[in-house]
């Protein structure tokens, strides 16, 4: 498996991090730095040595070139670099970073969209960089396009600005890369409010920043269906919020093929048999108590409304739905959902128990029909299917072994899932919703809070332990974890604020490996990583983002000074 290489068996160079490693997230799992001042030289160029090399691939190095100009981050300690100004003058200079495929590598290079969209367990990562001191040639080497993006990436975070000069201070430099974990995702949920293309595209950007490799869109629900589907137009142009509030068959292609390039597989989500009341403006026949009052009684969030899981007909119709959409993302995943059921919801649609009577099922054999038919078709196109915990743990359904877990309800509840054999992907509310303590959204609740209060920072899921509450028979089952945005109260208006910097501490989680509390694994703790999250903060918002503060900016340019106990 991609992530057989324990992080905690990984030794790495760099035991005690100075502030000078401040630059790079998610940290290498080798690195040797030193402490010569190295400076880009005003012609610097990055060399593709590379036969029919992709064109994302030569994308990719255009962007890197253009955010080493651009960047301008000067150093986030007091006078910003203004110590380092004698040591710039007196530097050696780099021309060149030559980018080439090792000898493992395949004689004909596939794109880096291709390779985002393999096998999960079998996409190749690793990267090596080597930047002298001396001002010869720097050198990035990987088995795959991928890995080269990877190491581009890292290359890009390694220099600061002062006085007009992009430099290190830290060479010379040796870096040997592989992600712990081959799943590092973040999710949005585009249902609950609408976000432009222009801000998953901006999105996608800051993940590919950080290494994260999986777009989990979760594009539909209850609320609004915003995605257009050849074959079910009708859906979209009755059930999004505005002819303008939709995700057009093109720009979907957009999206993926924009997270392609950047490393970044899209795994759609189209949430069944519940949070699907919408599908009622289009399509009534085939949902169970849409719209029905008091909705607490119906469904977990209003509308209250799910698909009639005992009638053949809407089998037939979600099964249809649920391929159509497929055909549009290249993923090997597709996520069915299987969450928050509401079974009085069923118990009270006369219909349903009509059907449940003639076929003589209870509601959860015909759950259990209901998802073999929709996963049939997926796995019948080579899809893997994903679902939510409660199709484990909470019901009594026939899912393939192959099929996917995403643990929300509580981290608690990994041991349990890992014990049934499947393959678990980590999104506990209890550490990795960004949208907790955010207050309550429902309206007449003037004391409610947000129902996985509090809010979740950065610190508690850094330290997250991807196996606890696993056996070490069971801990390949582990294929990594994300967060996730639910949008009951978030929207492009506060997108980046809401996400980053704190999805990038995930980021580095599934990448380098756990840093628990009390430990340090990987010379990586809580006073360790923070400088390096300003760093990242720092160099989003000069790339664009709009990232929250972290602390005073007092506090930034002097790491550690705010602790507790300093």
């Known amino acids: 498996m991609a992530h057989k290489f324990s992080a905690l068996l990984v030794i790495v160079t760099v035991l005690t991090l100075s502030p000078l490693t401040a630059a790079l997230w998610p940290l290498p799992q080798s690195l040797t730095i030193g402490s010569n001042v190295l400076v880009l030289s005003k012609n610097f160029n990055i060399q593709l040595s590379a036969h029919n090399a992709p064109k994302d691939l030569q994308d990719a190095i255009t962007r890197t070139e253009y955010y080493l100009r651009h960047d301008n981050l000067g150093r986030l300690i007091v006078g910003r670099g203004s110590s380092d100004a004698s040591a710039i003058h007196a530097a050696k ?39 002298p001191n001396d001002g010869s040639t720097a050198i990035l080497k990987a088995n795959s396009t991928l890995g ?60 590919s920043w950080v290494k994260i490799n999986t777009f ?48 970044i597989d899209v795994v759609v989500e189209i949430d069944t048999p519940g949070h699907t009341a919408v599908i009622a403006e289009s399509h009534p026949e085939h949902v169970a108590c849409p719209g029905a009052t008091p909705w607490s009684a119906y469904a ?92 484990v743990l909470q019901h009594d359904v026939a899912l393939s072994n192959n099929t996917v877990v995403m643990v929300w309800i509580s981290s608690q509840n990994v041991g349990a899932v890992a014990q049934k054999g499947f393959r678990i992907i980590h999104a506990a509310s209890d550490y990795f919703y960004l949208d907790c ?93 923070l400088p390096r999250l300003h760093d990242l903060a720092f160099r989003m918002a000069n790339r664009g983002m709009a990232p929250i503060a972290l602390q005073p900016m007092w506090c930034a340019l002097r790491p550690g000074a705010c602790d507790v106990s300093a």
Not at 241 to 261: C, L, M, R
């Open 93 to 131: 200079h780099l021309t060149t970073l030559t980018v080439s495929f090792d000898s493992a590598a395949p004689a004909t290079p596939r794109s880096i969209s291709a390779e985002s969209a393999d096998d999960l367990e079998s996409r190749k990562e690793a990267y090596t960089l080597s930047v």
């Open 148 to 207: 080269l993006f990877r190491g581009l990436t890292t290359f890009s975070q390694l220099w600061y600005e002062y006085g007009g000069a992009i430099y290190t201070p830290e060479a010379p430099i040796q870096i040997s890369d592989h992600p712990a974990y081959p799943y590092r995702g973040f999710m949005l949920d585009t249902a609950r409010n609408y976000y432009p293309v222009s801000d998953i595209k901006r999105t996608l950007d800051a993940m």
């Open 216 to 263: 989990h869109w979760h594009a539909v629900d209850s609320q609004s269906f915003p995605l257009e589907v050849p074959g079910f137009m009708e859906i979209s142009e009755k059930g999004a919020y505005a002819p303008t509030n939709v995700y057009t068959t093109a720009d979907i292609a957009d999206i993926v093929s924009y997270a392609g390039a950047r490393g």
């Open 300 to 391: 977990h969030e209003p509308p209250a409304g799910q698909l009639r899981i005992a009638s053949p007909a809407t089998v037939k119709f979600a099964t249809s739905l649920v391929t159509a959409v497929a055909k549009m993302f290249p993923s090997k995943f597709f996520s069915t959902g299987g969450d928050e059921i509401n079974e009085n919801c069923y118990t009270q649609d006369t219909e349903t128990q009509q059907n449940l009577k003639a076929s003589g099922q209870d509601i959860e054999q015909a759950l259990s029909s209901f998802t073999q038919s929709t996963h049939g078709a997926l796995k019948s196109m080579g899809k893997t299917p994903v679902v939510w915990e409660e199709m």
């Open 437 to 529: 303590g955010m207050g309550g959204w429902v309206g007449d609740n003037p004391n409610g809070n947000s129902w996985c209060n509090p809010f979740k920072t950065w610190q508690k899921s850094y330290i997250f332990d991807p196996t606890a509450g696993v056996s070490d028979a069971q801990k390949s089952l582990v294929l990594g974890g994300q967060h996730l945005l639910w949008s009951e109260q978030s929207s492009p208006h506060n997108l980046d604020t809401a996400v980053w910097p704190r999805a990038a501490s995930s980021a580095e989680l599934f990448w380098s490996g756990p840093a628990l509390e009390g430990t340090t694994a990987q010379g990586r703790n809580l006073t360790t990583a």
